[in-house]
């Protein structure tokens, strides 16, 4: 079993930066991989990044690429997002998970067994 909980969200204006965290209990957080999706008002939960276990290989949707990171401490049992440079379309509940699967491909589609409860992020104009 893996609990996860997510900080970090909040209200900035378009342009600016947040830094999620998501903390995960149990002491095999090294052995998951971990994602962030997100989900807006009325729309499909979608992709966000992904940090496999094994190599650290990262994994981004098209739409954050350049301005969203993900990294993991092992020892904090953590996984961050910094996103950088905002826009109101980013505005959504992003939530992380975690899996033991490595592959990119299975790590985008979001069949993870563990989630967290999401955390808010708003973006003014």
């Known amino acids: 079993q893996v609990q996860l909980v997510e900080s970090g969200g909040g209200l900035v204006q378009a342009g600016g930066s947040l830094k999620l965290s998501c903390a995960a209990s149990g002491r095999t957080f090294s052995s998951y991989s971990m994602g962030w999706f997100r989900q807006a008002p009325g729309k499909e939960r979608e992709f966000v990044a992904a940090i496999n276990w094994s190599d650290r290989s990262t994994y981004y949707a098209e739409s954050v690429k350049g301005r969203f990171t993900i990294s993991r401490d092992n020892a904090k049992n953590t996984v961050y997002l910094q996103m950088n440079s905002l826009k109101p379309e980013d505005t959504a509940v992003y939530s992380c998970?975690?899996?033991?699967?490595?592959?990119?491909?299975?790590?985008?589609?979001?069949?993870?067994?563990?989630w967290g409860q999401g955390t808010q992020v708003t973006v003014s104009s």
């Open positions: 998970a975690a899996d033991r699967h490595t592959s990119g491909d299975v790590l985008q589609r979001g069949l993870y067994p563990y």
